[in-house]
Structure formats: structure tokens, C-alpha cells
């Protein structure tokens, strides 16, 4: 079955949606369960993935964008156009690997700022995929970094809420005009 999202990898000067940023209380919203994966939500992977390449990013969780639907969009080779982006519907992790590695991580809604966070290296995920078929899959590296870090998003968390090192992450936010006072940290 082909994917029925394709999408150029490419920037558009119009991306169809607008990111939101870290202060913005939509991103801290949990959100939704699709019940049924239509053309319309179709449309909405399609719009994601024209967001994201535009804005450079490698993944993009639909309430980045102001929408409240359990909805992720990831594409870890951006350089290799032949190869279909990964389409994330109600995604749930069934099962987390044993070693954790602290990584940089980025956030299309938190521009600029980069710093280190700690998680699993490898992560079992069960997910619809944009034809609305049960789906699993195991990820290791930058594709189950990338995962948990959208995963977050639908439950209202940013990555700066599981930065550590709270001297670096007030310079980074301050530095880039972020208010340290939206960062919600997320309690171990």
C-alpha cells in the first residue's frame, strides 16, 4: 500500500500551518484520540509535513500547530526524498529498553535552543498509520528520541521540561527571549 501523504521535501515560503511556541498554552493542552483516520485527517498529515519541512524540523506533533489530535509526523532522512516519513495516529509506547542516553534535542516551538535530554534508547511503539491500520514498530537512536519527543507534545510536555541542567536551560531561554517561568518540569 503507498502512502497516500506524499509530499515534496521541501520549504515552502506559505507553510499551510503556524507553529506555536513555548509560552503559548495551546502546546500544554493534552490532546485527542482520532476515531476515524479520514481524508481529512490525510489532509492534516499533508499540511504537518509542508509545515515541518519548511521549517527545517525532522518531526511535528499536530498541537505544535493548534491542533488537539493524537497525531505525529516524523521524517529522520530528510536528504533521502524516496523514503515515506513515518505517520504517527493515537501512538501508545508498550514497552521502553533498559539504557538511557542523555542527547541534544530541538523543538520547531522553541527556536534556536538546543540542549541536552535524557531517555530510553530504544522504545516499542503500537500506532495507526495514515491508512488507519494497526501498526508497531521498534525504534532505536534518533527515530525513538524523536518519537518520545513528539509523544510528549500530545500530552502537553516540551523537552525543556526534561532538560536537567536548569542553569543551562534559563541561559538558553533567555537568550533566545523564552520566559523560563513557561518550562513545566516534569517530575521523575
Not at 33 to 56: C, G, H, N, P, W
Not at 147 to 171: P, S, T
Request: hydrophobic residues 40%; positive net charge; proline residues 6%.
Amino acid at each position: 500500500m503507498t502512502t497516500v501523504v506524499a509530499v515534496e521535501k521541501q520549504k515552502l515560503e506559505q507553510p499551510p500551518l503556524d507553529i506555536h511556541y513555548l509560552g503559548d498554552r495551546v502546546l500544554r493542552q493534552p490532546a485527542k484520540r482520532i476515531a476515524k483516520v479520514d481524508d481529512k485527517i490525510r489532509k492534516t498529515i499533508r499540511e504537518m509535513l509542508q509545515t515541518m519541512y519548511s521549517a527545517d524540523g525532522i518531526g511535528l506533533a499536530a498541537p505544535q500547530v493548534g491542533i488537539h489530535k493524537q497525531l505525529i509526523v516524523i521524517d529522520i532522512a530528510l536528504d533521502q526524498p524516496d523514503k515515506p516519513p513515518l505517520v504517527l495516529i493515537n501512538p501508545k509506547i508498550t514497552k521502553f529498553g533498559g539504557n538511557v542516553c542523555a542527547a541534544e534535542e530541538g523543538c520547531l516551538s522553541i527556536p534556536g535552543v538546543y540542549l541536552d535530554v535524557t531517555r530510553p534508547e530504544e522504545i516499542e511503539v503500537t500506532y495507526k498509520n495514515e491508512h488507519g491500520k494497526p501498526s508497531k514498530l521498534k525504534a532505536t537512536g534518533l527515530l525513538s528520541r524523536a518519537i518520545q519527543h513528539e509523544m510528549d507534545h500530545l500530552n502537553g510536555v516540551m523537552f525543556v521540561d526534561r532538560v536537567e541542567n536548569n542553569l543551562a536551560l534559563n541561559e538558553e531561554l533567555k537568550k533566545r527571549g523564552f520566559a523560563a517561568s513557561a518550562v513545566k518540569p516534569v517530575k521523575k
